[in-house]
């Protein structure tokens, strides 16, 4: 029986190698180059940077006007003031729905023309001129969610030295991604196919989040049989009869052996590892309900707040030498604020009345608070104010998965002794929140930690994080790459027999 077993193991792993080990070997060699660039994205730092900075002239639609101009009953989201072909623009969030205002004339903005994005695309890369493509839905550099919003999107082609393609939403006008040609050439070996993107946008695309989840957990089994099938077949006391202690005398078997013992267990926590990137079944989901903005803030995003215009906010912000290039409208405990971003990804905060004051962050308890009447009835179980990264919250390069998410210093840490274990952390310079729960820190080490070897002492001291992950991407390809070859002449026999 126990022989039986044993055969069954490796049979399953044959057949699985045959079946995956090309997809391995793929995973391996593109993980490597999502190392160094990343799948296409607009990171606010680079939106920031295209946007032409707001002047008070032209700001002449009150926040009142605009919003009854978008034509919505309920409180919006977010309400933020940017910039479209050089003309201030409102931008109403409602959940997953954006409306546009033009903040000079009052006209909403019901859809984008090709001229109009051809201007945007131009004023936002103003050192290169471009023509219009076309208008799409979704292509090989926007499978985003993030984007679903947008679309349809423009397409328009910059001719500046990278080649950019700027890609501009259908609902607000605003540029929301760029792809230069380095990224959409080494995404076709990078993301694109790490990602399993192919299946995406054709007669598969309902079928993609499968495709990738029940692939990966193939590949966790085979993995998993390789690392057992290997173990079993080492002699660890005495040698086999030709004086080694693998039973393989053929170079290819014993070298698929020997690196499967060496990188078996990398491989295998790195698929598991991108099973869980998937979150799948929804296992790190919280049951909790999600929580209400406008309980945060302690109020609705309304004029009431905001006693003074747009324009006289900007000017505010002007006259300390601050120059925004983006205005954002926040309530803080019932008390209104206007947020301003300028190009460099700085920003200043104004209190929303007549003696309004410009000052860099929030106070501690004035956030603390916001945040126990989000969270209530729950208590806070321990606070702390973070001056350094640490294993929960910390920063990545721009071109990684998360590298786009701003993660400055220092943070309050909020620990709720809720079902969740919930921890909320407060940015000073914005008001906004984060939320990390228990679920969501285990996945922080199933796929973040396994998966990118995201550990600080790594990150803090390249190139040893690109040495590690480098020398075992290379392991990882060569037990594909063996067990290619295996598979391939097996596969040649039996079809030889038949």
Request: glycine share 8%; net charge positive; aromatic share 12%.
């Amino acid at each position: 029986m126990l022989n039986g077993l044993k055969r069954n193991l490796y049979l399953v792993h044959r057949w699985l190698g045959i079946a995956l080990c090309c997809f391995m070997a793929m995973w391996f060699v593109s993980g490597v180059v999502m190392m160094y660039v990343g799948y296409p994205k607009l990171t606010p730092q680079e939106k920031l940077a295209g946007l032409s900075e707001l002047a008070t002239e032209h700001c002449r639609v009150s926040l009142a006007q605009a919003m009854a101009a978008g034509g919505q009953v309920k409180s919006p989201d977010s309400v933020r003031l940017t910039s479209v072909a050089g003309a201030p623009r409102y931008v109403f969030a409602y959940g997953k729905t954006q409306i546009a205002v033009d903040a000079e004339t009052g006209n909403r903005v019901d859809q984008v023309t090709p001229a109009q994005a051809l201007a945007s695309a131009g004023s936002f890369l103003a050192t290169a001129d471009g023509y219009y493509l076309d208008r799409i839905d979704e292509d090989a550099w926007t499978h985003s969610k993030a984007l679903d919003e947008h679309r349809p999107l423009h397409r328009v082609q910059m001719a500046d030295e990278q080649a950019t393609l700027l890609y501009i939403s259908n609902t607000t006008g605003e540029v929301v991604r760029d792809a230069n040609r380095h990224e959409r050439t080494w995404n076709w070996l990078g993301a694109w196919i790490h990602w399993l993107y192919p299946f995406r946008g054709g007669a598969l695309d309902r079928y993609a989040a499968d495709i990738v989840i029940y692939t990966a957990l193939a590949g966790s089994v085979l993995s998993l049989l390789g690392l057992i099938v290997g173990i079993l077949r080492w002699r660890f006391q005495g040698r086999y009869k030709h004086g080694t202690k693998t039973p393989y005398r053929e170079a290819w078997m014993r070298w698929h052996h020997l690196l499967g013992l060496g990188f078996g267990v990398i491989a295998f926590t790195w698929i598991l590892s991108g099973l869980f990137s998937m979150n799948p079944w929804k296992i790190f989901d919280s049951t909790a309900a999600k929580p209400k903005l406008q309980t945060y803030m302690g109020g609705d995003i309304s004029p009431q707040y905001f006693p003074l215009s747009a324009a006289e906010a900007l000017a505010r912000f002007q006259n300390t030498g601050f120059q925004p290039r983006e205005i954002e409208w926040l309530v803080l405990n019932g008390q209104g604020f206007y947020i301003a971003f300028d190009g460099q990804g700085r920003s200043r905060i104004q209190t929303a009345q007549t003696d309004s004051r410009v000052f860099e962050k929030f106070e501690w308890p004035a956030l603390q608070t916001a945040a126990e009447r989000l969270m209530a009835p729950n208590k806070i179980a321990r606070q702390s104010v973070l001056n350094e990264y640490d294993f929960y919250y910390y920063s990545r390069a721009a071109h990684t998965m998360t590298g786009h998410i701003d993660k400055r210093l220092p943070i309050l840490r909020l620990e709720f002794a809720d079902a969740d274990s919930t921890w909320l952390h407060l940015d000073p310079y914005t008001g906004h929140f984060s939320k990390l729960d228990a679920g969501r820190r285990v996945s922080r080490w199933l796929f973040a930690f396994l998966h990118s070897w995201d550990w600080l002492p790594l990150l803090n001291n390249r190139p040893v994080w690109d040495i590690v992950l480098i020398v075992f991407s290379t392991g990882g390809l060569l037990i594909s790459a063996s067990g290619i070859v295996i598979g391939w002449r097996r596969a040649k026999r039996k079809l030889a027999i038949h």
